[in-house]
Nanobody, 124 residues
């Protein structure tokens, strides 16, 4: 079992930046894939970015490419999401996800472990 805890959300203004963190604990030995998703009010959960454990290869949704950056520090069992140039449409609950199968996937169903989410609100 892997437990994930996100932090770093908050209320910001348009154009601001935030960095979300996701700390993994439990059975974290070995490489694992990690990803960030978000869910806006009244909408489904959407993929943002993923990163592989073995080589830190990253993948991004088109909607955030160039503004968001996913990274990881394996020594700290932490995955980050740097978000720049935030806009009101980025308002959502942001979730960290992980899976012991080290692959990159945009499908939420392929991640076994999820955090509780952190709220990001961007005002205009």
């Amino acid at each position: 079992q892997v437990q994930l805890v996100e932090s770093g959300g908050g209320l910001v203004r348009t154009g601001d930046s935030l960095r979300l963190s996701c700390v993994a604990s439990g059975s974290t030995t070995g490489a694992y894939a990690a990803a960030w998703f978000r869910q806006a009010p009244g909408k489904g959960r959407s993929f943002l970015a993923s990163i592989r454990g073995s080589d830190s290869r990253t993948y991004y949704a088109t909607s955030v490419q160039g503004r968001f950056t996913i990274s990881r520090d394996n020594d700290k069992n932490t995955v980050y999401l740097q978000m720049n140039d935030l806009i009101p449409e980025d308002t959502a609950v942001y979730y960290c996800a992980a899976d012991s199968f080290d692959r990159s996937s945009y499908a939420a169903a392929e991640y076994a472990y999820w955090g509780q989410g952190t709220q990001v609100t961007v005002s205009s």
